[in-house]
C-alpha cells in the first residue's frame, strides 16, 4: 500500500503520441479509474506504472520511492492483464506462487501466502486444478490472487473484467472493490466501461488522445463534465448542436430557442440527461416545454428510452422509470417535453479536439 504520484508522464511511439504530460496523485488506498476509448492512452499510461513500457518523459513515484527506470519485478506492483495470462501447465496454486519464486521468497512462506491469496478470492478448494478446468470468473479470481501474493503497494488491472459475460461482471466487480476496500490497497484500473467506472471508482481519470480531460468523483464528472467529450463518455447525454445567441438563450441547428444556464455567445452544443427531461403531464410548467412525436421507444426493463423528434434537426431521449401503471408511449405519439434551465449544460465547441 502506497501513495502513487505521476509527474508530466509521455510516451511516443515514433511520431505518435500515445500519453502526453499525463500528471496524477493518487492517494495511499485509493482506487481511481482511467476511462476513455479505445487507443486515448489509458493501458499505456498503466504500463508505464507497471514498467513494462518506458516513458519518453516524466517521473514515476511509489510510496516516495522514484521507480521510473526500474524493472517491473523491482516496483512491487501487481498486476492482472485482461487476458488474465495464467499458465495453462501450471495448478492453480503454482501459477498463484509464481510471482511469489521469481522474487525468490522462502519455499516455506510461499505456502502459506498462497493459502491467503486464495481464500481471498474464495478458492480455497481449487489449488490443485488448471486453469482450463476452471470458469472465466475463477480463472480472474487466480489471476487477482497471484497479484495480491505478492503483497504489492499497487494494484494494476487491465480490463480485468472485459472476456466475462454481463451477469458475472457485475458480481465480480463488485467483488473486486469489497476486496480492495477490506485490503486498503493503492488500486489503479483501466476500463472503457462507464458502468464499471462508476461503481468501482473513488475518483476517474477520463482520457482522450493521451490526454487527460477530467479529474474527479462519480459526481463530479457526471453533474459537473468540463466538456462535451466527458459529457458523453460518464453518462449518457442529448448533445444538441446550434449557438449560445445571448446568455442564458441557446439556439439549436433546428432553429428551436430554449433556456439554458449561462454559456457565452457563438458556437456551442448543451448536454440534456436524458433522465433530467420530463415527457407528457410531467412537462408542465418547466422552463423549457417541446412539442414532438415519438420517433422510438426502448424498453430497457427498468427504464424506458422513449425517442423524440422536437425539429427537422433535433431529437432528444427522454428515460422514464417503468412503473407498472404507466402507459408506454407509441411510435408516432405527439407529445410535450420539458425540461428545467439548469438542466442543460452549455459547452463552446472545440475545433480540432475528439468529441464523444
Same mark, same amino acid.
Given at each position: 500500500?502506497?501513495?502513487?504520484?505521476?509527474?508530466?508522464l509521455?510516451?511516443?511511439?515514433?511520431?505518435? $503520441?500515445a500519453? /502526453? &504530460?499525463?500528471?496524477?496523485?493518487i492517494? #495511499?488506498?485509493?482506487?481511481? $479509474?482511467?476511462?476513455?476509448?479505445?487507443?486515448?492512452?489509458?493501458? =499505456? =499510461?498503466?504500463?508505464?506504472?507497471?514498467?513494462f513500457v518506458?516513458?519518453?518523459?516524466?517521473?514515476v513515484?511509489?510510496?516516495?520511492?522514484e $521507480?521510473? =527506470?526500474?524493472?517491473?519485478?523491482?516496483?512491487?506492483?501487481?498486476?492482472?492483464?485482461?487476458?488474465?495470462?495464467?499458465?495453462?501447465?501450471?495448478?492453480?496454486?503454482?501459477?498463484?506462487?509464481?510471482?511469489?519464486?521469481?522474487r525468490? %521468497?522462502?519455499?516455506?512462506?510461499i505456502?502459506?501466502?498462497?493459502?491467503?491469496?486464495?481464500?481471498?478470492?474464495?478458492?480455497?478448494?481449487?489449488?490443485?486444478?488448471?486453469?482450463?478446468?476452471l470458469?472465466?470468473?475463477? +480463472?480472474q479470481?487466480?489471476?487477482?490472487?497471484?497479484?495480491?501474493? %505478492?503483497?504489492?503497494?499497487?494494484?494494476?488491472?487491465d480490463?480485468? !473484467?472485459?472476456?466475462?459475460?454481463?451477469?458475472?461482471?457485475?458480481?465480480?466487480?463488485?467483488? %473486486?472493490?469489497?476486496?480492495?476496500? +477490506?485490503?486498503?490497497?493503492?488500486? @489503479?484500473? $483501466?476500463?472503457?466501461?462507464?458502468?464499471?467506472?462508476l461503481?468501482?471508482? #473513488?475518483r476517474?481519470?477520463?482520457? /482522450?488522445?493521451?490526454?487527460?480531460?477530467q479529474?474527479?468523483? +462519480?459526481?463530479? !464528472?457526471?453533474?459537473?463534465?468540463?466538456?462535451?467529450?466527458?459529457?458523453?463518455?460518464?453518462?449518457? /447525454?442529448?448533445?444538441?448542436?446550434?449557438?449560445?445567441?445571448?446568455?442564458?438563450?441557446?439556439?439549436?441547428?433546428g432553429?428551436i430557442?430554449?433556456?439554458?444556464?449561462?454559456?457565452?455567445?457563438?458556437?456551442? @452544443?448543451?448536454?440534456?440527461?436524458p433522465?433530467? !427531461?420530463? !415527457?407528457?403531464?410531467?412537462a +408542465?410548467?418547466?422552463?423549457?416545454?417541446?412539442?414532438?412525436?415519438?420517433?422510438f421507444?426502448?424498453?430497457?426493463?427498468?427504464?424506458? &428510452?422513449?425517442?423524440?423528434? @422536437?425539429?427537422?434537426?433535433?431529437r432528444? @431521449?427522454?428515460?422514464?422509470?417503468n412503473?407498472? #401503471?404507466?402507459?408506454?408511449? /407509441?411510435?408516432?405519439?405527439?407529445?410535450?417535453?420539458?425540461?428545467?434551465?439548469?438542466?442543460?449544460?452549455?459547452f463552446?465547441?472545440?475545433?480540432?479536439?475528439?468529441?464523444?
Amino acid at each position: 500500500m502506497a501513495r502513487l504520484e505521476l509527474h508530466h508522464l509521455s510516451k511516443h511511439f515514433g511520431p505518435t $503520441v500515445a500519453v /502526453s &504530460d499525463v500528471t496524477l496523485d493518487i492517494a #495511499d488506498g485509493e482506487f481511481v $479509474v482511467l476511462l476513455g476509448p479505445s487507443g486515448c492512452g489509458k493501458t =499505456t =499510461t498503466l504500463r508505464m506504472i507497471a514498467g513494462f513500457v518506458a516513458p519518453t518523459a516524466g517521473r514515476v513515484r511509489l510510496g516516495g520511492r522514484e $521507480v521510473t =527506470t526500474l524493472p517491473p519485478w523491482k516496483r512491487n506492483a501487481g498486476m492482472v492483464f485482461q487476458s488474465y495470462a495464467l499458465f495453462p501447465h501450471l495448478s492453480v496454486a503454482e501459477n498463484v506462487a509464481f510471482g511469489l519464486e521469481m522474487r525468490k %521468497i522462502a519455499p516455506a512462506e510461499i505456502k502459506p501466502r498462497v493459502t491467503e491469496a486464495l481464500r481471498m478470492v474464495r478458492l480455497e478448494g481449487f489449488a490443485e486444478r488448471l486453469p482450463r478446468q476452471l470458469s472465466g470468473g475463477q +480463472q480472474q479470481r487466480v489471476a487477482l490472487a497471484r497479484a495480491l501474493a %505478492i503483497r504489492p503497494d499497487v494494484l494494476l488491472l487491465d480490463e480485468p !473484467l472485459s472476456n466475462l459475460d454481463a451477469k458475472l461482471r457485475e458480481t465480480v466487480r463488485v467483488e %473486486i472493490r469489497e476486496l480492495q476496500r +477490506q485490503l486498503g490497497i493503492t488500486t @489503479v484500473m $483501466v476500463t472503457h466501461d462507464q458502468e464499471e467506472a462508476l461503481i468501482m471508482a #473513488d475518483r476517474l481519470v477520463v482520457m /482522450s488522445e493521451g490526454e487527460v480531460r477530467q479529474v474527479g468523483s +462519480q459526481r463530479d !464528472l457526471y453533474e459537473r463534465p468540463a466538456d462535451r467529450f466527458v459529457a458523453g463518455v460518464v453518462g449518457r /447525454s442529448n448533445i444538441l448542436p446550434g449557438k449560445v445567441v445571448e446568455p442564458g438563450r441557446f439556439e439549436t441547428q433546428g432553429g428551436i430557442r430554449i433556456a439554458c444556464a449561462g454559456g457565452q455567445a457563438g458556437p456551442a @452544443v448543451i448536454a440534456l440527461r436524458p433522465e433530467r !427531461l420530463a !415527457l407528457g403531464p410531467a412537462a +408542465q410548467g418547466l422552463t423549457n416545454r417541446l412539442h414532438g412525436t415519438v420517433e422510438f421507444v426502448s424498453y430497457l426493463g427498468a427504464n424506458i &428510452d422513449v425517442h423524440v423528434r @422536437v425539429s427537422a434537426a433535433d431529437r432528444v @431521449v427522454v428515460s422514464q422509470p417503468n412503473r407498472a #401503471d404507466g402507459r408506454l408511449p /407509441s411510435e408516432g405519439d405527439k407529445v410535450e417535453v420539458g425540461w428545467p434551465a439548469e438542466a442543460g449544460v452549455v459547452f463552446a465547441e472545440e475545433a480540432g479536439r475528439p468529441q464523444a
